[in-house]
């Protein structure tokens, strides 16, 4: 019995990006054409898109690999989840010190062949 795969994948971790942020991008590209969301993501000017549009070439090359057309190829998931904060502390006045939380993130991006 053959299972067949009908989806590309392609992970981030560990990204020192908010996922807050994050996330409000991969709305924009969810559900679009491969062509599209590339092209999506190339003109806005925020930091994340440079490395989720890394991301989503890789699941795009992904697909490549198994001999799906890239024209052909639509965003099916793409999702952020919180990883592990990076502490940090500031010195303060009186011998006080304030956290800073610098965060990471996990970003996953199915790709299917339409």
Known sequence: MTTEITEAKAIGKY????????RRILNQ?????????????EFMPYKPCK???????????????RKWDKNNLVIKTAFVNEGPKLKRFQPRAQGRAFAIHKPTCH????LVNK
């Open 29 to 41: 590209i969810r559900g679009k054409k491969y062509q599209e969301a590339i092209l999506i993501l």
């Open 15 to 22: 990204l020192r990006l908010s996922a807050h942020k994050t």
């Open 107 to 110: 970003i996953t991006i199915n």
């Open 51 to 65: 490395i989720i549009k890394k991301i989503l070439e890789s699941a795009g090359n992904n697909a490549v690999n």
